[in-house]
């Protein structure tokens, strides 16, 4: 038996006479004085009197979890040192949905309403009821912006009637009649041919699709889906933003004539308890998810898509630390079939995958329907140095106007929230800093708090606060300085340029809800706006046939800082960003302002050559036998007492494992040396790529006996350094 415990790893019960049961079974059992839920993994280990034992006491009525699944579950565990029961609760994350649902009271709109007061959420409601299905509570306050309660009292009031619903399977069958067929280009067809005939052939294998943006990969990548649905599997579709890939659902549903389940931490509880059951009980045949979604209990999985396999989204950084690309690779292994790894940029790991024929590749390398891929140009901010206080130089600021004029749409494109990244005291040079992490406070200016707009952050562990009049330091007044550009003061100073200009700022604090993306891209696509302002969340997947300009407004962000794969991520950026423009019809431009225009990643940004960028990358790995060429394994000890952490960090460097191929670096204070008020220290462990590391660690880990208020959390091929 293997239970959903953080700590467990196998428990054993007894079987009562006159029961059968299978491995992969859902069964209730006593542990202490509770009854939990879990699954029969085989049989028990026997070491245990079989008189001590206690009795299973029943099933659930859900199908059993599937031989893939459940390999995959242990090999989850074993590969991130983490204990199976703490995998196996990610698979079970829902633990209602072992139950069949009760019925829920939803709402609808009233025949014949009126008597009550009406306020402005009640009349949000009743336009977002009007016409629409019966929805409950919780779902019609998130579409109409207001709380559960007003619902209610609405509908106690009379404006809306109630109905008994049994929460149905979100997603239904497929009619293969329903799936539209698109005519592929002579290129998509070769790749769409590859794909579909691994995915009916079944068995496993890697295909890379790897397509500049807008070369068509994601109808390529359709045609296996619909493949697979008609051989009636399941598919897992992983998307590095789901709550943000508004335009990719609406695809789906006009190629496949129904929506996808989705599964991403922005749904309801209603939903993700049917979104379960339907995934285990097979109904639901199209999964598009975040990387939990690699989790759910599939009961015929025979297709998975990692669409921006780059995509470090997918790295999932606590609690079991594990990346979802690279584990989808090893669902796939388990259970038989093909996955698909889709990118642009692909990651390096991926590339030398490829290269070394491991996995199989497949190129798009023309922009469909003949849209030229944009021109990049650089622009070297020593010479075109914008005026004092501003960020934007000449060359930028006369390419906005020209783009406006021509009445298209531009996009202003600066990775940092909020308006300026740092605040400092004018006269004693205090420095605004979060007191539970080692960060600075990000100003926010535009959002309106508790106490009226403008907020110091920690983008860090959320802390908040107004900024003062007073320096807390010198007590000068009025006497901060704003220092750096977030997208706010770039809005700002956008504004003052171009006046009449339509903008709007996408970062993640603005576009908080599936719902607010899907507005914001409508309005785009409407050309109800002119300027977008915005950080990472613009530069993915998005199709806008009228944008025509990107400003990279600091093309450096990302190349500071000792990050290993900083160059790597800075490049797929930067690429993923001057992708958005000249989709359409008319060609697109590219400044990208830099201090910098000699380095590699802006070179091969300008000059197109990904291949030589990547080639350059790959011999740098290899000389210093980084990943993927050598393994890494980071150790982050943390607590809240500085002192324990430091002792405890280095009781496991004196018995750091000692042979050949191996090397242990540090303790060494993380960069973020507090963080949420935990102090943090760091180990590195670098070996051969032969070395299995697992066998490492779990020795290793075991020699050193840790204080309760230190923890050890090991993150096996990391990709935060900090
Ligand atoms: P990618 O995923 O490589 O960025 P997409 O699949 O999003 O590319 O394709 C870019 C645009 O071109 C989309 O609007 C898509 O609908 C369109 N497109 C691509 N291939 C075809 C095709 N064969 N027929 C019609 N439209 C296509
Ligand atoms: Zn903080």
């Known amino acids: 038996m293997l239970l959903p415990l953080p700590l467990g790893d196998g428990y054993d019960y007894r079987v009562p006479p006159n029961r059968v049961l299978r491995p992969g079974d859902f069964v209730r059992v006593p542990l202490g004085n509770r009854v939990v839920s879990g699954v029969v993994w085989g049989k028990g ?11 299973i006491l029943d099933s659930h009525e859900t199908p059993p979890l599937a031989g893939g699944m459940r390999r995959f579950i242990d090999w989850v565990a074993a590969y991130t040192l983490q204990s199976r029961g703490a995998v196996l609760k990610m698979a079970m994350s829902v633990p209602d949905a072992l139950n069949p649902p009760p019925p829920v009271t939803a709402y609808a709109a009233s025949p014949e309403p009126g008597g009550f007061k009406m306020t402005a959420a009640r009349k949000r409601v009743l336009e977002v009821a009007a016409g629409g299905p019966p929805r409950t509570a919780a779902e019609l306050a998130r579409l109409a912006a207001c709380s559960p309660g007003v619902v209610r009292g609405l509908a106690d009031a009379g404006g809306l009637h109630s109905v008994s619903l049994t929460p149905t399977a979100p997603v239904s069958n497929y009619d293969p009649a329903l799936i539209n067929e698109v005519a592929l280009s002579p290129e998509q067809a070769v790749s769409a041919e590859d794909l579909v005939t691994k995915t009916a052939d079944g068995g496993f294998s890697v295909t890379l699709l790897d397509g500049v943006p807008g070369s068509g ?7 296996a889906v619909a493949r697979a649905l008609r051989d009636g599997g399941q598919v897992l579709v992983l998307l590095p933003e789901i709550a943000l890939s508004a335009q990719w659902l609406a695809r789906f549903r006009d190629r496949f004539g129904v929506a996808p389940a989705e599964w991403h931490s922005d749904l309801g509880q209603s939903q993700r308890r049917a979104t379960w059951r339907a995934v285990a009980g097979g109904q639901a045949r199209v999964v598009v998810g975040a990387r939990s979604a690699l989790m759910l209990p599939y009961a015929d999985l025979r297709l998975i898509v990692v669409d921006e396999e780059h995509d470090t989204a997918f790295k999932q950084e606590d609690g079991v630390i594990y990346n979802a690309r690279d584990m989808a690779v090893v669902r796939a292994r388990l259970g038989q079939f093909p996955a698909v790894l889709v990118s642009a940029t692909p990651s390096l790991e991926t590339a030398v995958n490829a290269r070394d024929g491991r996995y199989g590749i497949s190129h798009l390398p023309a922009r469909h329907g003949g849209a030229q891929l944009p021109d990049v140009v650089l622009v070297d901010l020593k010479e075109q140095t914008p005026p004092r206080g501003t960020w934007l130089s000449p060359l930028l600021t006369a390419e906005l106007e020209k783009t406006f004029a021509a009445g298209e749409q531009a996009m202003l494109f600066l990775n940092r929230r909020g308006y300026a990244p740092l605040t400092l005291c004018r006269t004693c040079g205090y420095r605004f800093q979060c007191p539970r992490c080692t960060a600075w406070l990000v100003e926010h200016r535009f959002k309106t708090g508790p106490d009226g707009p403008g907020r110091l952050q920690c983008h860090h562990c959320g802390f908040s606060t107004r900024l003062p009049e007073h320096c807390p330091s010198c007590e000068a007044q009025a006497s901060f300085a704003a220092c750096g550009p977030g997208v706010e003061r770039l809005a700002e100073e956008a504004a003052l340029l171009f006046p009449d200009v339509r903008q709007v700022i996408a970062a993640s ?17 409407d050309h109800d706006v002119d300027l977008i302002i915005g950080t990472q969340i613009v530069a993915k997947g998005y199709h806008f046939p009228l944008l025509t300009l990107v400003g990279i407004v600091d093309a450096d962000i990302g190349l500071t800082g000792g990050d290993l794969r900083a160059a790597e991520r800075s490049y797929q950026l930067l690429y993923q960003v001057a992708g958005r423009s000249g989709r359409g019809r008319h060609p697109g431009r590219v400044l990208v302002q830099t201090v910098m225009p000699e380095h590699p990643v802006m070179q091969a940004l300008q000059a197109e050559d990904r291949e030589a960028f990547v080639a350059a990358e790959i ?9 993927p060429f050598g393994r890494l394994v980071a150790l982050i000890v943390s607590g809240r007492d500085e002192a324990a952490v430091d002792q405890a960090a280095r009781a496991l460097s004196r018995a750091a494992p000692q042979r050949d191929g191996v090397l242990v670096l540090g303790p060494a204070p993380a960069p973020f040396a507090l963080l949420r008020g935990r102090h943090r220290r760091r180990l590195l462990l670098k070996a051969d790529k032969g070395i299995t590391v697992q066998n ?8 050193v006996s840790l204080p309760r208020s230190v923890r050890v959390q090991v993150d096996v091929d990391p990709y935060s350094f900090l």
């Open 45 to 55: 280990v026997g070491d245990f009197a079989p008189e001590k034992l206690k009795d």
């Open 217 to 223: 990969k994601t109808e390529v990548y359709f045609e």
């Open 509 to 525: 604090d603005t576009i908080e809800s599936p719902k607010a993306a899907a507005d914001l891209v409508r309005r785009i696509e």
């Open 619 to 627: 011999k740098a790995r290899q000389a210093a036998s980084m990943p």
């Open 696 to 703: 490492i660690l779990h020795p290793w880990l075991q020699a």
